[in-house]
């Protein structure tokens, strides 16, 4: 491999790693947009639209898990969902987004993503 190559390679890495980096802040800012809805299910499926609708924005495709950890503490539900993005240039990358479910009204609920790792 020669040099010029080698600096292609490596550009294309850093690009790739900034990009992620930056949508991952851009996660972390949904954290202050609390989803409202009726049930957990309701929320899950807002969120993932939102989530979704970001990826396609940075051109990567996300893949959710089938499961997630559940943490119960009273009326408040923690899950720790595993999703995949798919980048353009470094295939796929793991990510941890914990969000976080609590009851405020009878069957009313509001989701907030609390951690993305």
């Given at each position: 491999m020669d040099i010029k190559t080698r600096e292609k390679n490596q550009n294309k890495r850093r690009?790739?790693?900034?990009?992620?980096?930056?949508?991952k802040k851009e996660l972390k800012a949904l954290a202050f947009e609390p989803i409202y809805g009726e049930s957990i299910k309701e929320i899950a499926a807002k969120l993932t639209a939102q989530i979704e609708k970001?990826?396609?924005?940075?051109?990567?495709?996300?893949?959710?898990?089938?499961?997630?950890?559940?943490?119960?503490?009273?009326?408040?539900?923690?899950?720790?969902?595993?999703?995949?993005?798919?980048?353009?240039?470094?295939?796929?990358?793991?990510?941890?987004?914990?969000?976080?479910?609590?009851?405020?009204?009878q069957n009313y609920w509001v989701g907030l993503i609390t951690e993305v790792r």
């Amino acid at each position: 491999m020669d040099i010029k190559t080698r600096e292609k390679n490596q550009n294309k890495r850093r690009l790739s790693a900034e990009s992620i980096l930056a949508f991952k802040k851009e996660l972390k800012a949904l954290a202050f947009e609390p989803i409202y809805g009726e049930s957990i299910k309701e929320i899950a499926a807002k969120l993932t639209a939102q989530i979704e609708k970001l990826a396609e924005e940075y051109g990567y495709e996300i893949i959710f898990s089938e499961k997630s950890e559940v943490e119960i503490e009273g009326d408040i539900y923690y899950f720790d969902y595993i999703i995949k993005v798919k980048t353009k240039h470094n295939g796929v990358r793991k990510m941890k987004v914990r969000v976080q479910y609590i009851m405020y009204d009878q069957n009313y609920w509001v989701g907030l993503i609390t951690e993305v790792r």
